[in-house]
């Protein structure tokens, strides 16, 4: 009989192999362009979290002096919470498009640098029973990047701790060898990194072209790429060869801290231009300074003021570097059930390759020649300097990967080894597989596991050594006789970062997925790795204090359009369902779907910004007046200069009956705030040219749940009542982090707070109706918390609005629409917990204390016009899709207490029906 099939090829073969693991990160690296190619839209959810990492430190007994134990660790370690919407759409029949959007907000502690034991870089902090006491409790550590005890050092480098103060001799002792390292902790408040890219790719019958390019933004780094790539089929598109390269330009400008400037030093830093700002030491003044030398910023008049001399001095490190890459992979089909991937690089970047957060101890000693040729112990100290690395750095990459499948078990296997290596000495290693496990009623399980191993960077190590001969002097003269020398001198390159140090991770995870109806799937994932030196190959790695564990949890839903276009279901062929689509961007819940059995997917974005001057009520305020007086019984300190909320909805709608539809509504919030000092000297920033001080915050928010009523529905009439909800899955105790201004953790602003903290009621009746080319709506929506307080304190007022919108219909696909709103929100009640100086129990007030720190400065009534856009796609290739455009302006505003002016508000959604 003759065979009618198609022939097999490498990307059909591979897509075959992997499409049940697609979650899974770095399976495709080698030939990621047949990872997927029917049209598709994706959404992803990810979580990492460290674990806590013990810290080790000195404290105070009081009576013998220093002594080494476990500290208390208070830091919440890192998390990141990642959101990844993907699309890839057919143009025409030899053009398709590619894009991907990733958005990720981290926040906690994390190593700043590694420190001998006994210089007390973790010195313990104690809570006192009462103000005199002469004892107290340990309750924490705080990080210092300066010793805080003496400690000796040996001509082999071994460090001895202090054995006590000798009164006879009036010194500190050397005691017994204790070379013990230790990490130092820093703690960052949430910031947000955002990246977009595309990617277009015209294809020949044998053969495609694609060019791409990207940006990703930060508040301290910026990246832009571009990258093009071919692929050319032969052997029957058994075989497969690609090749791409890519180009990246990034800048850095980070914001050293201003409360840790003081005490590390940067003048052996010459990899970039660091650009200084402080005050004089009367605080009425701030300078740019270039060097050690200040100069007003004003007249750029030269002052004779000292670094070391300026008050909270800040600093911002600028630096460029570039980054060229090229691959080349080769696809091979082996026989009907195995494919082979091969694949090799090469990087070069040049530029600034440093981490401007990352500090390296150095330990100092000096001695006499006498001292030195007896190999006396010598007195050392430590003190801190930022990282200096190579400018250039060359990498190399290798990858091999194989797949099978495993017909007796209907599986298949994935192998994968990839080994790098580079010119600053780091060497790698890693193996990956996993099993894609199908099993009945359209579920796949995929367990996984992962070993990698590196070696370190040849300019690193924990911390670095620093000794020399002290010079010899005439007593008479004066004339050196014995110059000074180095005995051990630092490399010109040095590190201590510990991801180029030397280690080993393993890591287990397992990926569930169901696949449904219509080319709709789900998938979720768990993987869990350890962090150690001691799993590196050979042996050699870091020392165990920089053990640590971690683990990473995804879900995602994937909705594949050709599956969908091609189950004849999708509701763009009913011309019906689309007398409910006529509310604009901002408006939710304004109808039901048709008929049971049918689901909609949407995207919902919203932006509001607020900026300009400060009101009181409707009315314009000066500084001053918010200063003394926006603040309740305690001066400003700062007001808000611009407010930035961005929110990112996911909208999946379900109709089990033809009158009820349900709802599920996952929220991601990330928000910024600039902040503008009434009182110069708490150091927040400045107008006169330094670094702008903000807060952030981004993650989950709170999640709704709907039920859809449809009350009365005619072809030109349709009442729908929405009951309903959110669940205070959102964040309700987000924390600003310790400074030397505020040493104790206070609650972020209650408006940036990522949920509400309380379960929320929010019913909704909404009337749509058209007639010819004009539709016409209103809606009454509402905001009810169902507890007093939640966790932290405190509940967000209700909320009440209402809307009345008209559109016409230029067309059968494009409207434009008109809206009014009003909104009335009720000011929040009560209060965060008050904070207490944890030494005294005593109350503790922050000195970044304004205006949204006080409760009464929520809430209002605002009356908005929103002008909008609908675009409903009724044929083609995007037949069904919806988009939807609209924009708020403010018409008036009537604040509860002080607050920052309104600006804009921007509503954009996407929806897809079958």
Known sequence: ???????????????TLTTAALILPGLLQINPSHAAEDDSVDFQYSHYQEGKRDIAGLAYDFKGGFYSTKL??????????????????TLTDRIKFAFNYTQDTWSGATPLSTAPLVSASNRAMYRYTKPDSSAGIIIGASPLARDQAQFFLDKNLNIYQSGGYDDTI????????????????????PETRKQGDFKLTYEWDEAAVDIGGGISVENDYESRFVNLGGRMDFNQKQTTVNLGVSYTNSDTSATLDPDGLQFFDTSKYNNSGIEFFGFDPSGEEIYKIVSSKPVVSAGEVESTYDLKQLRRTGAIMHGNRQDWSTQLGLTQVLNKDAILELGMGYTRSTGYLGNPYKLVSIVSASGTPEQIQNNKLLGAGRYSTLEIRPDERNQFNLAIGYNHYLKPFDSALHLDYHFAHDDWGIVAHTFEADWVQPLSSSWTVTPRIRYYSQSKADFYAPIF????????????????????????????????????????????????????S???????GFEYYTHQGGLKLGSGGEGKFADFDYWVANAALKINLDAVAGSGDNLHTSHAVHHHSNAPAGIMFDHALEKSGDFMVGYRYMRNDQGGDMLLGSQTVIPDEVRFNGCGDQECMVAPKQMKMNMHMLDLMYAPTDWLSVMLMPQWVDME???????????????????????????IGDTGLYALFKLFDHPQHHLTLSLGGTAPTGDNQVMLRKTNTNPYPAFIHYGMQLGSGTWDFKP?????????????????????????????????????????????????WLATIVRGVYTWQDSIRGEYPQIYDNRYGTPYTPTHA??????????????????????????????????????????HTDCNGYQLDRDYALNFTWSYGF
């Open 850 to 891: 304004g205006t949204f720190d006080n409760t009464s400065n929520y809430g209002g009534q605002f009356v908005d016009l929103g002008l909008g856009i609908n675009v409903t796609i009724p044929s083609g290739t995007f037949a069904g899709n919806t988009l939807k455009f609209e924009w708020l302006q403010p018409v």
């Open 764 to 812: 909704s009746l909404t009337y749509a109706g058209n007639a010819d080319k004009f539709s016409w709506g209103a809606q009454a929506t509402g905001t009810l918390r169902l507890e007093g307080s939640n966790s932290s304190g405190f509940a967000f007022g209700d909320i009440f609005q209402s809307s009345v919108w008209g559109g016409y219909h230029w067309t059968n």
């Open 673 to 699: 705030m600039n902040m503008t000092p009434l009182v110069e000297h708490v150091g927040h920033g400045h107008n006169h040219g330094g670094p702008v001080h903000s807060h952030q915050t981004g993650g």
């Open 518 to 524: 219509k080319g709709v799937s789900l998938e979720t």
């Open 72 to 89: 208390p660790n208070k830091l919440n370690p890192i998390e990141v919470d990642s959101i990844h919407g993907s699309g890839r759409f």
């Open 170 to 189: 009036g010194q500190e002792v050397p005691g017994s060898k204790n070379n013990k390292l230790v990490h130092t902790l820093g703690f960052a408040s």
């Open 465 to 516: 050594f620093e000794i020399y001969q002290e010079a010899v002097y005439n007593e008479e003269t004066g004339a050196v006789i014995v110059p000074e020398r180095y005995i051990n001198k630092l490399p010109d390159f040095y590190s201590s970062d510990q991801r180029l140090s030397g280690f080993g991770t393993l890591s287990g995870g397992i990926t569930v997925s169901k696949q449904f």
């Open 1 to 15: 009989m003759k065979n009618n099939k198609p022939p097999l090829t490498s990307s059909s073969l591979l897509n």
